[in-house]
């Protein structure tokens, strides 16, 4: 797991180098979209939170899925 800061935000991504190194990487799966949900949007203090799920695949093995069941955002814009 990585994370990449920048501007009051962050940026993560998953990278796993167990096992098979061709699996590594995952992105969004685009036939399993998931759901977002705002909780929180103050236009005051520009912040968002919210909660998502989704599914993430692997391209060159597409056997392999990774699944995000209560995946929490927030930051500033």
Do not use: Q
């Not at 990585?2 to 993560?12: A, F, K, M, P, R």
């Not at 103050?42 to 995946?71: A, P």
């Amino acid at each position: 797991m990585s994370t990449l800061n920048g501007d009051g935000g962050e940026i993560v991504s998953f990278l796993s180098v167990s096992g098979n190194i061709g699996c590594a990487g995952y992105l969004h799966d685009s036939l399993n979209p998931g759901n977002i949900e705002i909780c929180r949007f103050d236009k005051t203090k520009r912040e968002v939170e919210g909660t998502f799920n989704m599914t993430l695949i692997n391209r060159d093995c597409t056997d392999s899925l990774m699944y995000i069941t209560d995946g929490k955002f927030a930051f500033w814009y």
